[in-house]
């Protein structure tokens, strides 16, 4: 069975870090792309970032671009999203996703339950 | 990288045939075939119906279709069943490493 479990989400202040883990199971790791994907309260989901199987190549949406990180450890199946410089508006419901490929982003199969990051002063 | 337009409701009786848009651009929608479809109810994780326009994973129902013409996809239920009534939402790839989700359309089962 394929297992997403994020950790990390809190209450934080604007302007300071945050880092988001995510443990996987139940499917060759290293074998997918991985991405994040936020809901904000009451609104739709926002595709945050994206990796490889290899970490050869990455995207970043917009609004999080020269803020996050996005990094996969495939010795331990995990992958981790840091939170620099964050706002107000990065408050959402963040989601540990698989893609259905390697490296192009076609689609998610599988999305954890999601980890709260709430960014407030 | 805005997002794609979705209609914000849709509704149809139980039984019927309702079909939901999402329209995007040359630099998406129109330029690949990677355009996926999740239903997401509240407090639940998102579950993939559709990817690659038209493919179905294992275990979703053939009431759901995907189609795509030009720069605008579609989502078909036929059917429509009570369990139906959730959200749902688009996604493309739009190229320099970047996915692009709809703006998300209600379906409510009258």
């Known amino acids: 069975e394929v297992q997403l479990v994020e950790s990390g989400g809190d209450l934080v202040q604007p302007g300071r870090s945050l880092r988001l883990s995510c443990a996987t199971s139940?499917?060759?790791?290293?074998?997918?792309?991985m991405h994040w994907v936020r809901q904000t309260p009451g609104k739709g989901l926002e595709w945050v970032s994206g990796i490889s199987w290899n970490s050869a190549k990455i995207g970043y949406a917009a609004s999080v671009k020269g803020r996050f990180t996005i990094s996969r450890d495939n010795a331990k199946n995990s992958l981790y999203l840091q939170m620099n410089s964050l706002r107000v508006e990065d408050t959402a419901l963040y989601y540990c996703a698989k893609d259905i490929f390697s490296s192009v982003w076609t689609g998610i199969d599988y999305w954890g339950q999601g980890s709260l990051v709430t960014v407030s002063s | 990288q805005s997002a794609l337009t979705q209609p914000a409701s849709v509704s149809g009786s139980p039984g019927e045939s309702i079909t939901i848009s999402c329209t995007g651009s040359?630099?998406?929608?129109?330029?690949?075939?990677?355009v996926s479809w999740y239903q997401h109810h509240p407090g639940k994780a998102p579950k993939l119906m559709i990817y690659?326009?038209?493919n179905r994973p294992s275990g979703v129902s053939n009431r759901f279709s995907g189609s795509k013409a030009g720069n605008t996809a579609a989502l078909t239920i036929s059917g429509l069943q009570a369990e139906d009534e959730a959200d749902y939402y688009c996604s493309s790839y739009e190229g320099s490493s970047s996915l692009v989700f709809g703006t998300g359309t209600k379906v409510t089962v009258l």
């Open positions: 139940g499917f060759t790791f290293d074998d997918y792309a």
């Open positions: 690659d326009v038209t």
């Open positions: 040359s630099s998406d929608i129109e330029s690949y075939n990677y």
